[in-house]
């Protein structure tokens, strides 16, 4: 048996299993070939032959770690615990590493089928109570990893709190993964627990500890707290880099605050810490003026600071933000522009052009990009879809729409394209964008709901009113896509006809609401109580009055300036019919 003809998974079904049972133990034993067949069958997932292997396998002489690794997840995803435990047992009858048998046991847990991150958490655990061994540094770190990869930040902390009561080793780097974790799952302010176990432990944080940190402070604009940690990081002689400041200076540009943005610039140069090409990228797409651009773009070449692409992309925005439409297209052009990122600068420039409403000169570009055999980049065709909205380019638009493969950048597409459908009155062309986004969500009709809500506001928006499209996609809803609508939906639906003072439609959205399996409410009570007077029939008005429960005093406002909006002028004819109605109001 050749090991070429198994090292790949590909290959195993070329193997016969009758092969490895009869193969001499011995050659097995000192060939490599029967450790890359045992790995290839783990990652296959042929259950039947893995088992047979498993039986006469001894794992104490598989000679890497990363092999006995891969047949612990296998036995993990296959759910095999007594090969676990009886292997587990072997390594420990032979003195094999505690802290390699610990990281076995996390890789089993970790790969066990449909547990959420609590129970592979509690199963490392009690596997470690079961078999009588100790967890690891290096189990916990990877159990703490676990947790940063799936955002449970929380559960994270959790665990190094019990690593320090255990008396465990801790690294820095593990913080980083905690700290990132938290930074991508929002929870910034986590940055304040995560920093007091740091210095609790007495560990020596570093200068990519400190940037992390100081960048959750500036994302909570807790400046303060950024300025604080900055003053730590000189307390233990570390010397802030570039980044640091930049993550100080990008907050302040964020907010909008060119003052602080620039103070920091100076506290650089106080602190002989020179501008990198983020620096400067920062300035340039914060410039005021034509001036400022130059300013800085000389300053970058003097500083002899790289111009990197995403440099040439900052100055097209700084360009088109100040309206030098053709010096930002003249960027590209640029000799030092790298060959293998001018689509991705043309792309921004194509953005740039359309946010500031260039949008014939951006679709130049775009025709520009294509011919030359490339395409355009994903936002960029965003933003084209975004901002060319004008009535009568539909076709373009789903052309646009057809070059989205990434499906995240398609369903936003998609979303946008089925509002402008709606704006403009092209029914058939919605229903298919909405099947074809009920393919794409398999049926999730909570991610449906949300789309056709945000398809109703719009409806209930558009002046001026077109309640037509608004009932024919309530149809299509129901008759073709087999959806229910929401009850914000059908809220938005009777707000539309209240604004096209529609009294038959909002009769019939009222029916609707049953219909969809819904029992009335104050805001479906306001909204027909509005539709009532709005269309001057008021003894209905009255009768929907009588319902609306009025303890709430905000419900009380809304419902006189119902009345001063809608029945102002009918006051004094119908001032004894509509008295008793009127009365029911206390305020």
């Given at each position: 048996?050749?090991?070429?003809?198994i090292?790949?998974?590909?290959?195993?079904?070329?193997?016969?299993?009758?092969?490895?049972?009869?193969?001499?133990?011995?050659?097995k034993?000192?060939?490599?070939?029967?450790?890359?067949?045992?790995?290839?069958?783990?990652?296959?997932?042929?259950?039947?032959?893995l088992?047979?292997?498993?039986?006469?396998?001894?794992?104490?002489?598989?000679?890497?770690?990363?092999?006995?690794?891969?047949?612990?997840?296998?036995?993990?995803?296959?759910?095999?615990?007594?090969?676990?435990?009886?292997?587990?047992?072997?390594?420990?009858?032979?003195?094999?590493?505690?802290?390699?048998?610990?990281?076995?046991?996390?890789?089993?847990?970790?790969?066990?089928?449909?547990?959420?991150?609590?129970?592979?958490?509690l199963?490392?655990?009690?596997?470690?109570?079961?078999?009588?061994?100790?967890?690891?540094?290096?189990?916990?770190?990877?159990?703490?990893?676990?947790?940063?990869?799936?955002?449970?930040?929380?559960?994270?902390?959790?665990?190094?709190?019990?690593?320090?009561?255990?008396g465990?080793?801790?690294?820095?780097?593990?913080?980083?993964?905690?700290?990132?974790?938290?930074?991508?799952?929002?929870?910034?302010?986590?940055?304040?627990?995560?920093?007091?176990?740091?210095?609790?432990?007495?560990?020596?944080?570093?200068?990519?500890?400190?940037?992390?940190m100081?960048?959750?402070?500036v994302?909570?604009?807790?400046?303060?707290?950024?300025?604080?940690?900055?003053?730590?990081?000189?307390?233990?002689?570390?010397?802030?880099?570039?980044?640091?400041?930049?993550?100080?200076?990008?907050?302040?540009?964020?907010?909008?605050?060119?003052?602080?943005?620039?103070?920091?610039?100076?506290?650089?140069?106080?602190?002989?810490?020179?501008?990198?090409?983020?620096?400067?990228?920062?300035?340039?797409?914060?410039?005021?003026?034509?001036?400022?651009?130059?300013?800085?773009?000389?300053?970058?070449?003097?500083?002899?600071?790289?111009?990197?692409?995403?440099?040439?992309?900052?100055?097209?925005?700084?360009?088109?933000?100040?309206?030098?439409?053709?010096?930002?297209?003249?960027?590209?052009?640029?000799k030092?522009?790298?060959?293998?990122?001018?689509?991705?600068?043309?792309?921004?420039?194509?953005?740039?052009?359309?946010?500031?409403?260039?949008?014939?000169?951006?679709?130049?570009i775009?025709?520009?990009?294509?011919?030359?055999?490339?395409?355009?980049e994903?936002?960029?065709?965003?933003?084209?879809?975004?901002?060319?909205?004008?009535?009568?380019?539909?076709?373009?638009?789903?052309?646009?729409?057809e070059?989205?493969?990434?499906?995240?950048?398609?369903?936003?597409?998609?979303?946008?394209?089925?509002?402008?459908?709606?704006?403009?009155?092209?029914?058939?062309?919605?229903i298919?964008?909405?099947?074809?986004?009920?393919?794409?969500?398999?049926?999730?009709?909570?991610?449906m709901?949300?789309?056709?809500?945000?398809?109703?506001?719009?409806?209930?928006?558009?002046?001026?009113?077109?309640?037509?499209?608004?009932?024919?996609?309530?149809?299509?809803?129901?008759?073709?896509?087999?959806?229910?609508?929401?009850?914000?939906?059908?809220?938005?639906?009777?707000?539309?006809c209240?604004?096209?003072?529609?009294?038959?439609?909002?009769?019939?959205?009222?029916?609707?609401?049953?219909?969809?399996?819904?029992?009335?409410?104050?805001?479906?009570?306001?909204?027909?109580?509005?539709?009532?007077?709005?269309?001057?029939?008021?003894?209905?008005?009255?009768?929907?009055?009588?319902?609306?429960?009025?303890?709430?005093?905000?419900?009380?406002c809304?419902?006189?300036?119902?009345?001063?909006?809608?029945?102002?002028?009918?006051?004094?004819?119908?001032?004894?019919?509509?008295?008793?109605?009127?009365?029911?109001?206390?305020?």
């Amino acid at each position: 048996m050749e090991s070429s003809r198994i090292s790949h998974p590909s290959l195993v079904s070329k193997i016969d299993i009758h092969e490895w049972l009869v193969f001499d133990q011995k050659k097995k034993k000192e060939s490599k070939a029967h450790e890359n067949y045992v790995l290839a069958l783990c990652e296959s997932g042929r259950k039947e032959e893995l088992l047979k292997v498993l039986e006469i396998i001894d794992i104490t002489k598989v000679s890497s770690v990363d092999y006995v690794a891969s047949i612990f997840k296998s036995l993990g995803r296959l759910s095999l615990a007594s090969f676990m435990e009886k292997f587990v047992s072997a390594f420990k009858a032979c003195d094999y590493g505690a802290e390699e048998i610990s990281d076995f046991i996390f890789y089993y847990a970790s790969n066990m089928p449909n547990l959420a991150v609590e129970d592979v958490i509690l199963k490392f655990k009690d596997l470690h109570a079961q078999l009588v061994v100790t967890p690891s540094s290096t189990s916990y770190n990877k159990l703490v990893t676990y947790c940063c990869d799936s955002f449970k930040v929380h559960a994270a902390l959790d665990i190094v709190d019990q690593m320090c009561e255990a008396g465990l080793t801790l690294s820095i780097e593990m913080f980083h993964s905690i700290l990132r974790a938290s930074e991508e799952s929002f929870e910034f302010n986590l940055v304040h627990r995560i920093y007091s176990v740091i210095c609790h432990q007495s560990l020596e944080p570093n200068c990519e500890t400190f940037r992390i940190m100081i960048n959750l402070h500036v994302k909570m604009k807790d400046f303060d707290g950024a300025y604080d940690l900055l003053k730590d990081m000189k307390k233990i002689n570390l010397t802030p880099t570039a980044g640091i400041y930049n993550a100080i200076m990008g907050g302040y540009f964020r907010e909008k605050n060119i003052y602080g943005g620039l103070m920091v610039l100076k506290q650089m140069g106080d602190a002989d810490v020179k501008p990198d090409s983020q620096t400067f990228c920062y300035l340039l797409n914060n410039c005021e003026c034509e001036e400022d651009i130059i300013k800085y773009y000389e300053k970058l070449k003097c500083a002899g600071v790289q111009v990197t692409k995403h440099v040439f992309m900052a100055l097209i925005n700084a360009y088109a933000s100040c309206g030098q439409f053709e010096k930002a297209k003249q960027v590209v052009l640029d000799k030092g522009v790298p060959i293998k990122s001018l689509n991705e600068i043309k792309s921004v420039l194509v953005s740039a052009l359309a946010l500031h409403g260039q949008i014939s000169d951006a679709f130049d570009i775009y025709e520009e990009i294509k011919n030359s055999g490339f395409n355009l980049e994903p936002k960029a065709i965003i933003l084209l879809i975004e901002y060319h909205q004008s009535e009568g380019d539909l076709t373009r638009l789903l052309q646009l729409l057809e070059e989205l493969n990434d499906p995240d950048y398609r369903v936003e597409g998609s979303c946008r394209i089925l509002l402008y459908c709606v704006r403009y009155n092209h029914l058939s062309s919605a229903i298919d964008l909405l099947k074809q986004l009920k393919d794409t969500f398999h049926d999730n009709e909570l991610a449906m709901e949300a789309i056709l809500d945000e398809v109703f506001s719009l409806i209930a928006e558009i002046e001026p009113v077109n309640l037509k499209i608004g009932l024919d996609l309530l149809t299509a809803i129901k008759e073709e896509l087999g959806l229910r609508p929401s009850r914000k939906s059908l809220d938005f639906l009777l707000a539309a006809c209240v604004n096209g003072k529609d009294l038959d439609n909002s009769r019939l959205i009222w029916r609707e609401y049953q219909t969809a399996g819904f029992t009335h409410n104050v805001l479906s009570f306001l909204r027909m109580y509005q539709a009532c007077l709005a269309c001057g029939d008021h003894k209905s008005a009255a009768n929907i009055l009588h319902k609306i429960p009025k303890d709430d005093p905000h419900v009380c406002c809304v419902i006189k300036a119902c009345q001063t909006t809608y029945a102002k002028s009918s006051v004094k004819g119908k001032k004894k019919k509509e008295g008793d109605a009127s009365n029911d109001l206390k305020i």
